[in-house]
């Protein structure tokens, strides 16, 4: 891997990352500015957790023509050429600050209005993953190496900001399609470095806590050997990988992949683990895709160790993914339970729509699974 680090004159950082193609060279274009508007946190007392304030983020680019897309490269350096975020005539991938952020590491310092109304700098980095340099690609449609090399990106951004000083959780997601609120089509992801830990992974390390004291056993471990056992939920299958609709799956066609082995973070794949994932990775959007012949909107969400130095039982690799999406023209919307009481209500069987998927991924050209049993053996810890 081949890497290549731009600091703009904003103060934003770019890396280029080479793997079959050698890094292209840098063009001398116009630099954009990054807004100093308002960004903090807000401490939210009636549920103990923070909210971030980031006003600059309502002038985010919106849906722009092919043409003018900030993540696409740019095509030369002359004074009439777009200037996109990537000042190279092509990439294979790359990673960049990003120009609209949640977090920052030179946030504003802040005042308290009172005790009860508390306010925190927004410290952080806001990182955007540019999968490819083709507008229209997908990851299904990306070759299998391709994919790979994203893995390998998002390890290799996870241990960097993991080691940055006050950065507690790295989280690496990607929201897909205009019904997440998409504001640019192009194949990309995110990754927030918190100066916290969310309060959903922070739930799912304390329930993993309590079982680990009950069990001394990895939840995330038993929860995959179980589906595995049952089966009625696999989705799909890949070497030191699973996917599968969750027995309490909170939307219809919510889907974890989970590592089979007991491997806390990205860092802990082996090579032929991180190659799995790239497949699995395939093969589930691919299944999406082709479950209604439409790219289907989801959001995915990678859980996995803290960065915060505190060991905790139970951290397991896991990235989740929820389409919201029931049937092929109704959309599920969270309503008056789920926004108001945080419970969610799911009006299909888990089994139901996991045999959906399961048909769908057999039908595609993502990948086929591969044997339970290898998916398992081959990955003992």
């Known amino acids: 891997m081949q890497k290549l680090r731009f600091d703009r004159p904003d103060g934003r950082y770019l890396y280029l990352y080479g793997f079959d193609q050698p890094l292209p060279a840098l063009l001398t274009i116009e630099d954009q500015n990054r807004g100093e508007d308002q960004i903090e946190l807000r401490w939210n007392p009636l549920l103990a957790e923070h909210v971030i304030v980031s006003t600059g983020r309502q002038g985010r680019t919106f849906l722009p023509p092919p043409e003018y897309c900030p993540l696409c490269p740019t095509v030369d350096a002359s004074s009439e050429t777009f200037a996109t975020e990537v000042p190279a005539a092509t990439y294979e991938l790359a990673v960049f600050e990003n120009r609209f952020p949640s977090f920052r590491p030179d946030a504003p310092a802040v005042e308290n209005d009172s005790a009860l109304f508390s306010r925190a700098r927004a410290d952080g980095r806001c990182e955007v993953v540019l999968y490819s340099p083709q507008h229209d690609a997908t990851l299904a449609s990306l070759p299998e190496s391709q994919v790979r090399h994203l893995i390998d990106v998002?390890?290799?951004?996870?241990?960097?900001?993991?080691?940055?000083?006050?950065?507690?959780?790295?989280?690496?997601?990607?929201?897909?399609?205009?019904?997440?609120?998409?504001?640019?089509?192009?194949?990309?992801?995110?990754?927030?470095?918190?100066?916290?830990?969310?309060?959903?992974?922070?739930?799912?390390?304390?329930?993993?806590?309590?079982?680990?004291?009950?069990?001394?056993?990895?939840?995330?471990?038993?929860?995959?050997?179980e589906e595995i056992a049952a089966g009625a939920r696999i989705v799909a299958t890949a070497h030191g990988f699973v996917a599968y609709v969750p027995f309490a799956a909170r939307l219809p066609y919510e889907v974890h992949v989970a590592a089979t082995a007991h491997r806390e973070s990205l860092l802990d794949l082996l090579p032929a683990e991180r190659d799995g994932l790239a497949r699995i990775l395939r093969t589930l959007q691919a299944a999406y895709d082709d479950l209604w012949d439409f790219p289907l909107p989801y959001t995915m969400s990678m859980h996995q160790r803290a960065t915060d130095a505190h060991p905790r039982a139970g951290d397991h690799l896991h990235i989740e993914f929820m389409p919201p999406y029931r049937t092929k023209d109704k959309l599920k919307y969270l309503a008056g339970v789920e926004t108001g009481a945080a419970t969610y209500i799911n009006d299909t069987a888990p089994e139901e729509k996991a045999a959906d998927l399961r048909a769908a991924a057999a039908g595609s050209s993502g990948g086929a699974s591969a044997p339970l049993s290898s998916t398992i053996s081959d990955t003992a810890p």
């Open 154 to 225: 998002w390890c290799d951004r996870y241990g960097e900001l993991a080691l940055t000083e006050g950065v507690a959780y790295v989280f690496i997601f990607e929201n897909r399609g205009q019904e997440i609120g998409v504001t640019l089509t192009h194949p990309h992801g995110q990754i927030y470095a918190f100066p916290y830990i969310p309060p959903r992974v922070q739930q799912e390390q304390a329930a993993a806590f309590l079982y680990h004291q009950r069990t001394a056993r990895c939840l995330q471990c038993d929860i995959v050997a």
